[in-house]
């Protein structure tokens, strides 16, 4: 069965400051990868995706960056956050039109 | 370009009740419409899709959705809600053939009173 993991859970960190949060796929061969952001209260808006390592594709422009530096895992970060950065992060693999998300981590920039 | 629209923010219902959440959508090609739920805090569960065929779906723990052409809506509907269908529905699109980009709705928060 596959299983997609994030890391950390939750955040704080510092307005200026750097983020890395990581995704992780087992027991799916060569997904199709993305990242959501999802503000407060809101609706879920697609950042990037990825369907192969080495290939990421930017759907939103945030001040983020991704990366797919093995088969299995996404990065997204940036080097200086900003207030507007704060929500929730959806690491999410899919398959044939059905779409599967990790548990998110929640982001709060102060 | 892909729209949807969750007409209704909130929707509260008694637990036995039966519901309806709305969701239509425009998009001028081929899509895939489905329904996801996002309990508070916690990431979304994929419940159902519809591609073509049998305009009436159905998902996980007793929902349904019908896919109506002419009224280029997909709602989704329980007979008898639970109070631990108490959660966040999303519908969403995506068109077939690219890169299973979804485009989510506003969202309907349902809540079921014991």
């Known amino acids: 069965a596959q299983t997609i993991h994030q890391w950390p859970v939750a955040e704080i960190k510092a307005v200026g400051s750097p983020l890395s949060l990581g995704c992780t796929i087992k027991?799916?061969?060569?997904?199709?990868l993305y990242w959501y952001w999802q503000a407060t209260g809101g609706t879920l808006q697609q950042l990037f995706y990825s369907i192969t390592v080495g290939q990421v594709e930017s759907v939103v422009q945030l001040n983020l960056s991704a990366s797919r530096p093995k088969d299995d895992q996404f990065i997204l970060s940036t080097e200086k956050l900003l207030l507007s950065h704060s929500g929730f992060y959806l690491c999410a693999w899919s398959l044939a039109a059905e779409v599967f998300f990790g548990k998110g981590t929640r982001l709060t920039v102060v | 370009t892909q729209t949807v629209s969750q007409s209704d923010a909130h929707v509260t219902v008694f637990e036995g009740d039966s519901v309806e959440l709305r969701c239509n959508y425009s998009?001028?090609?081929?899509?895939?419409l489905s329904w996801y739920i996002q309990h508070h805090g916690r990431g979304l569960q994929f419940l159902l899709k519809y591609y073509s065929g049998n305009p009436v779906v159905q998902g996980v723990n007793g929902f349904k959705a019908e896919f109506s052409k002419s009224d280029s809506s997909f709602h989704l509907r329980k007979a008898s809600v639970h109070w631990s269908d108490s959660a966040v529905y999303f519908c969403a699109v995506s068109a077939t053939g690219g890169n299973n980009k979804l485009t989510f709705g506003q969202g309907t928060v349902l809540s079921v009173i014991p």
């Open positions: 027991g799916k061969s060569s997904p199709n």
């Open positions: 998009y001028g090609g081929s899509i895939y």
